[in-house]
């Protein structure tokens, strides 16, 4: 069983940078492809980008491109989603979730991941 744990979230300034991380026990984090979610009110669940086992990395958003990077430290069992220049439209519960495999998918369906995180809140305001 896939247990995921998000931190790092919180309040940020308009241009701001913030790092999440999410940690994972149960099965070895290096044969697993991560994916990062986000949910803002009243929106559907939308893939960000995910890493595969071999960090190669797939993005979901167009938006997020030259703003948001990706890593991995596979002795820590964690992913990282480092997220620049934040905007308020960055504001949104941010997820990490795997569907057990090694690889990613070209898109991102929720209902297609099989273990998810709580979540962590990221607010972008002045």
């Known amino acids: 069983q896939v247990q995921l744990v998000e931190s790092g979230g919180g309040l940020v300034q308009p241009g701001g940078s913030l790092r999440l991380s999410c940690t994972a026990s149960?099965?070895?984090?290096?044969?697993?492809?991560i994916s990062w979610f986000r949910q803002a009110p009243g929106t559907e669940r939308e893939g960000v980008l995910c890493?595969?086992?071999?960090?190669?990395?797939?993005y979901y958003l167009d938006s997020v491109k030259g703003r948001f990077a990706v890593s991995r430290d596979n002795f820590k069992d964690t992913v990282y989603l480092q997220m620049n220049s934040l905007k308020p439209e960055d504001t949104a519960i941010y997820y990490c979730?795997?569907?057990?495999?090694?690889?990613?998918?070209?898109?991102?369906?929720?209902?297609?991941?099989?273990?998810w995180g709580q979540g962590t809140q990221v607010t972008v305001s002045s």
């Open positions: 979730a795997t569907g057990g495999l090694d690889h990613c998918s070209d898109y991102a369906y929720p209902v297609e991941y099989d273990y």
């Open positions: 149960g099965f070895p984090l290096d044969h697993l492809a």
């Open positions: 890493i595969t086992s071999s960090d190669g990395i797939t």
